[in-house]
């Protein structure tokens, strides 16, 4: 067991809201996968021209819920 990080650098759709492909919606699906599978997220966002964070528990151990 050990530190982690997953970088992913893409183009493609972004924030629309009835659009199941969309990068934020796989990357929110993604975040809960790995929590549900025990992982802890301490950081998750999705940068398009501005920054959407998803996951901040930076400064807080254990992770917050």
């Given at each position: 067991m050990g530190n982690w990080a997953i970088?992913?650098?893409g183009t493609g759709a972004h924030n629309?809201?009835?659009y199941d492909g969309d990068?934020?919606?796989i990357l929110k699906k993604t975040v809960d996968e790995l929590k549900a599978a025990g992982q802890n997220v301490?950081?998750?966002s999705i940068t398009h021209g501005?920054?959407?964070v998803l996951v901040d528990n930076v400064g807080?151990?254990?992770p917050q819920k």
């Open positions: 970088t992913i650098i629309n809201k009835d990068a934020d919606k301490e950081h998750a501005g920054r959407d807080y151990y254990p």
